[in-house]
Every structure is written in C-alpha cells, then in structure tokens.
T-cell receptor
Framework: KNQVEQSPQSLIILEGKNCTLQ??????????LRWYKQDTGRGPVSLTI?????NTKSNGRYTATLDADTKQSSLHITASQLSDSASYIC????????????FGAGTRLFVKA | DSGVTQTPKHLITATGQRVTLRCSPR?????VYWYQQSLDQGLQFLIQ???????AKGNILERFSAQQFPDLHSELNLSSLELGDSALYFC???????????????FGPGTRLTVL
C-alpha cells in the first residue's frame, strides 16, 4: 500500500535552535518527493522538490535529504525563527501511466521565543 | 502572494446543494490542480488539468467535477453536498505539469466550504 508517514506529529523548539523532521514512504514507483510549509488556514508553499537521483536540496535555512534506497527523507531547519511555526508536509508522487500524489499527515512545528 | 486567485474565500451552503469554486492560475501557468483539505483526512489531490485537458485524477468523488477553460481558469463543481464535504479547497498552478511532474506548484489561498 502506498503510504507516507511523518514524524514527529508535533514538535516544540526554541527560537534559534535546529530541528529535523522525518518522512518515510512506501510508494512505488517513486517519481518525486516534495516538502511544503503550510501556515494555518493558508495554502501550502513549496520548499523543495527532489527526484530519485537527488539526495540533497536546500532552500535557504531549509535542507531536505532523500535516501531512495531506504525510502526516507528529512527536512532540516537551521537557526529556527518564530515564522517557521507551521505545518510541514511531505508529499510523494508516483507515476503509473498517470500521476498519483500521496500526502503525509504533516508535522506541526512550534517555535517559541 | 502566490499569484493564484480563488473565489469565493468562504462559502456556506446546505446539504444537497451544488456549488462552484473558481480558480485563476498564475500568468503563464498551463496546469491547474485541485486539492481538498479536511481535518480528518488531511490534504488530498483531486484532479489536474493541463491546457484545458484532464491530466491526472486523484480521490475525486463522482459528485465532483472540474474543467479548465480556454483562458486557463478552472472551476470545481461540487454537487449533492454532504456534511463531510466541508473542507478547505485549494487550487494550485504550475508552468507545465508534464510527465516529469517536477514543476513547482503555487497554491492559492483556498476556499473554505461549510456544509450545514
């Protein structure tokens, strides 16, 4: 069964600290993996997109990694800011004659001053 | 601001009714995607259109339909509404959305649908 699981479900960190969010998937055949940031009540914003051949991609203070062998991805946030408080959603696409998109449930991050 | 516009922002209606949600993609984007986000099911992909034609279909109910017009705006029609259809409906657009599907998708602000 195609699934995307994210951990932890929620996380509280202090401003300025780093954190890492995890995404494990059982999706086949894999096409790409995306990380989104979603503020409450707003549309998701794309952070990174990685294909099978990419294992690291950065976007400012956000760095995503992908291990296609173990089917794991992580999103590392460096020097967190209050504005990083949001949900982070991992999304995996597969292609079987047409695209199918599987969403993770997200990790809710709270950054405290 | 992503450049994707959605109307209306809020919609309150009764069970059994029919509503239409509208989306205008970013200038130059050919693909439009529709997503549903509810509290219990999270984000779900509904359907994608590319340059007027259906490109991919996700968990879209038979009561729901969509189309993309020649000016590239899109409409999502929801009929015979049920309480469980209450959700945020997002539209996203991308430049192409072709076979590699690695284009960045830009999401609109969403339409919050409440079915009473």
């Amino acid at each position: 069964k195609n699934q995307v699981e994210q951990s932890p479900q929620s996380l509280i960190i202090l401003e300025g600290k780093n954190c890492t969010l995890q995404c494990n998937y059982t999706v086949s055949p894999f096409s790409n993996l995306r990380w989104y940031k979603q503020d409450t009540g707003r549309g998701p914003v794309s952070l990174t997109i990685m294909t099978f051949s990419e294992n690291t991609k950065s976007n400012g203070r956000y760095t995503a990694t992908l291990d296609a062998d173990t089917k794991q991805s992580s999103l590392h946030i460096t020097a967190s800011q209050l504005s990083d408080s949001a949900s982070y959603i991992c999304v995996v696409s597969l292609y079987t004659g047409g695209f199918k998109t599987i969403f993770g449930a997200g990790t809710r991050l709270f950054v405290k001053a | 601001d992503s450049g994707v516009t959605q109307t209306p922002k809020h919609l309150i209606t009764a069970t059994g009714q029919r509503v239409t949600l509208r989306c205008s993609p970013r200038s130059g984007d050919l693909s439009v995607y529709w997503y549903q986000q509810s509290l219990d099911q999270g984000l779900q992909f509904l359907i994608q259109y590319y340059n007027g034609e259906e490109r991919a279909k996700g968990n879209i109910l038979e009561r729901f339909s969509a189309q993309q017009f020649p000016d590239l705006h899109s409409e999502l029609n929801l009929s015979s509404l049920e309480l469980g259809d209450s959700a945020l409906y997002f539209c996203a657009s991308s430049v192409a959305g072709g076979i590699k599907d690695t284009d960045t998708q830009y999401f609109g602000p969403g339409t919050r649908l409440t079915v009473l």
